[in-house]
C-alpha cells in the first residue's frame, strides 16, 4: 500500500510569495495528481503527472520518479489561492491520498 | 457538460436507516470511484468500478455497496447505517489525463 506524506500540514503567507508544497510517497505509481479543495467545497483536479514538469498559469508541479517526490508551487500568489491542496497517487484500481496542505494566503 | 453529478449534497440519517447515494458522469469514462473524507485524514478508497457491470472493493467498503449497471451512473447504497459512517462522500470518474470529482454529500448519521 502506498504511503503519501505532504509537507507543509499548514501554511500562512503573505500576497506575492512564491509558495511550494512538497508531496512524497513510498511505492513506485503510475501517475500522481495534485487536487484542489475549497472550504466546504468540492474537488478540483490541478495536474496529472507521470514525469517532468507541468504549468498551468501561476501553477507548476514537477515530478522525480526517482526520488518519488513532487512538487506543487505557486507563484506570484494571491488570496483566492487559498485552499487545501492534496497529492494522490495510483492508477485505474483509485487514488490513494496525502492528508492535504491547507494553504492561507494573507492581503 | 456537466462532469461528475452527485446527489444529495447533504442527508442526516437516523442509526439503522438505509440510503443511497447517486452519483452521474456524462464524459463516458469507465473508471468512477467512491471516496469518503473524514476530518483530518485523506480520501479513503471505498469501491471503484472500471467499467459498466465491473466493481470492487477498495480500502473501506465495510457498510456500501455498488452497483454500475451503465457507463454513467455509479450509485453507493448504505445499508443500516451508523454513526461511523459520518463522513463527507465524493464520487469520482477519470480520464487518461484527468481525474473529475462530484461536489460531495455530506452525510450525518445520529
Known amino acids: 500500500k502506498n504511503e503519501v506524506e505532504q509537507s507543509p500540514q499548514n501554511l500562512t503567507a503573505q500576497e506575492g510569495e512564491f509558495i511550494t508544497i512538497n508531496c512524497s510517497y513510498s511505492?513506485?505509481?503510475?501517475?500522481l495528481h495534485w487536487l484542489q479543495q475549497h472550504p466546504g467545497g468540492g474537488i478540483v483536479s490541478l495536474f496529472m503527472?507521470?514525469?517532468g514538469k507541468k504549468k498551468h498559469g501561476r501553477l507548476i508541479a514537477t515530478i522525480n520518479i526517482q526520488e518519488k517526490h513532487s512538487s506543487l508551487h505557486i507563484t506570484a500568489s494571491h488570496p483566492r489561492d487559498s485552499a487545501v491542496y492534496i497529492c494522490?497517487?495510483?492508477?485505474?484500481?483509485?487514488?490513494?491520498f496525502g492528508k492535504g496542505t491547507h494553504l492561507i494566503i494573507q492581503p | 457538460n456537466a462532469g461528475v453529478t452527485q446527489t444529495p449534497k447533504f442527508r442526516i440519517l437516523k442509526i439503522g436507516q438505509s440510503m443511497t447515494l447517486q452519483c452521474t458522469q456524462d464524459?463516458?469514462?469507465?473508471?468512477m470511484y467512491w471516496y469518503r473524507q473524514d476530518p483530518g485524514m485523506g480520501l479513503k478508497l471505498i469501491y471503484y468500478?472500471?467499467?459498466?457491470?465491473?466493481?470492487d472493493k477498495g480500502e473501506v467498503p465495510n457498510g456500501y455497496n455498488v452497483s454500475r449497471s451503465t457507463t454513467e451512473d455509479f450509485p453507493l447504497r448504505l445499508e443500516l447505517a451508523a454513526p461511523s459512517q459520518t463522513s463527507v462522500y465524493f464520487c469520482?470518474?477519470?480520464?487518461?489525463?484527468?481525474?473529475?470529482f462530484g461536489q460531495g454529500t455530506r452525510l450525518t448519521v445520529v
Open positions: 511505492v513506485g505509481i503510475s501517475a
Open positions: 503527472l507521470s514525469s
Open positions: 468500478s472500471v467499467g459498466a457491470g465491473i466493481t
Open positions: 469520482a470518474s477519470r480520464s487518461f489525463t484527468e481525474a473529475f
Open positions: 464524459m463516458n469514462h469507465n473508471y
Open positions: 494522490a497517487v495510483g492508477g485505474a484500481d483509485g487514488l490513494t
